[in-house]
């Protein structure tokens, strides 16, 4: 049942070998192996797992200033005249989530005073990469972030293992800042001190009229992955090492990610020529079974309403192919 508790979290680990592309057996009966793993009070108990690593994109873009090439990034989204600040009236509900950003109460948000918008990062000790860009559409590029592991050194070139994070928040919400939210940030720092690499990955968001489904957030995600892989050598990453953990919207995502082959659901162009090997993943609270709706219905209310489908089928669904669309999101029949 798609239902999350307070205290402790329930996680399903499952370790597959890598399908053959047309390979479409149910996924329980590619399962290799199946554990439970508890998240008490913040401290997580992991059994050995070996971590994947992935390509990234030839892009790859850091800057001096982490704070500046934020803002410039989000200015540019949300300055829709091109002046150089940001007014109200350009975009009402971007201005509520800033407006405590201007700090001279002119109604203007001024490029230095979103600089100090504060965004949650791993604090981990070791080197990172923030807001690489793994591939761009249309005008808009996507970005994930690379945490080191904490005991590396600058002479460190040794391949690392990668844990790949998807986040929650029903294909709608949420961002590769929950990496450090809560008991995830327990979790990712001891994966980092004992010799993982982390990369968080943003998708694209299932938002009304976006024209965004289910299925490009698993695309994106996939892409972020061979991105990771195809700059492997430059990263210092080991593309058949890696691993993938989400929770929510995000475990459903990594479920895919691991019983679905590299070759499909192609996205960028450029890296669809990337491989890579994921050794085992992480599912938290993910769904894998969207045809069974009830599943969601946790309260058996009368009037339960499907709130999944449209994120998987999108706004002008075609009815003949409904149920291939709904089986190809679900991990337990793709």
Sequence with gaps: MF?????????????????KPDDRRPALTRF????????????LLLPSLSLFAQDQPSGIQKGDS??????????????QDGNGSFEKSENA???????????????VISLSELRKERTAYLESGGERKLDLVYKQISQRRLLLDLYYPTNQTTTDTSSHPVIIYTHGGGWAA???????????????QKLLSHGFAVASVNYRLCKPDSGV???????????????????????????????????????????????????????????ASATYKIQAGVSWY???????????????????????????????????????RVREMSPSTS
């Design 3 to 19: 239902k999350r508790r307070r205290s402790i979290f329930a996680i399903e680990a499952v370790h597959q070998t890598t399908p």
């Design 32 to 43: 290799l192996r199946v554990s439970l793993i508890r998240l008490c009070l913040g401290t």
């Design 66 to 79: 982490e704070s500046l090439i934020r803002a410039t990034r989000t200015m540019q989204t949300i300055d």
């Design 93 to 107: 509900s971007a201005w509520r989530r800033l407006r405590k950003l201007d700090t001279d109460q002119d109604g």
């Design 174 to 188: 949420g961002s590769k800042q929950g990496v450090a939210n809560g008991s995830f940030k327990t979790v990712f």
């Design 213 to 271: 489904t289910m299925r490009d957030c698993l695309i994106d995600s996939k892409d972020a992955i061979r991105c990771l892989s195809k700059n492997s050598g430059k990263l210092n990453l080991d593309a058949d090492s890696f691993f993938v953990m989400g929770d929510s919207a995000g475990g459903q995502i990594a479920q895919m990610l691991l019983l679905t082959s590299p070759e499909i659901l192609l996205g960028d162009e450029s890296l």
């Design 286 to 324: 993910g769904p894998c079974d969207f045809e069974n709706i009830q599943l969601f219905n946790h309260d058996d209310r009368a009037n339960f309403r499907d709130r999944f489908g449209p994120r998987i089928l999108g706004a002008h669904p075609d009815p003949a192919n409904k149920t291939d």
